[in-house]
């Protein structure tokens, strides 16, 4: 998921990568409620993506089974926690 929305960001340390992911979380929680749900991850994937519907099917595929898989507590939306913990590791 979050590996698509940005490109890895090389030479970048884990408390650079930390931020950024906190600066993307506001970024994608369009209505403020401290959460993500998996329609915000995929408008954010929409709006920021450019290619043909092949490849725009895919990115979204690909951001749905991040979100799934960042969503550690099963609720059926990220906290910044488990945002941050995805986004970091799948930068590192």
Same mark, same amino acid.
């Given at each position: ?19 950024? $992911?906190?600066?993307? !979380?506001?970024?994608? #929680?369009?209505?403020?409620? +401290? &959460? /993500?749900?998996?329609? =915000?991850?995929?408008? *954010? ?17 690909? $951001?749905?089974?991040? !979100?799934?898989?960042? #969503?550690?507590?099963?609720? +059926? &939306? /990220?906290?910044?926690? =488990?945002?941050?913990? *995805? ?6």
């Amino acid at each position: 998921m979050v590996s698509t929305l940005l490109t890895r960001k090389a030479g970048m340390g884990e408390r650079q990568r930390t931020a950024e $992911a906190r600066r993307l !979380f506001r970024k994608i #929680d369009t209505n403020g409620d +401290g &959460s /993500l749900t998996v329609q =915000e991850v995929i408008d *954010y994937t929409l709006d920021n993506y450019r290619g043909d519907s092949a490849e725009e099917a895919a990115a979204i595929r690909k $951001a749905f089974d991040g !979100f799934i898989a960042a #969503d550690v507590d099963k609720s +059926g &939306s /990220l906290d910044e926690a =488990e945002f941050v913990q *995805y986004y970091v590791k799948s930068q590192a």
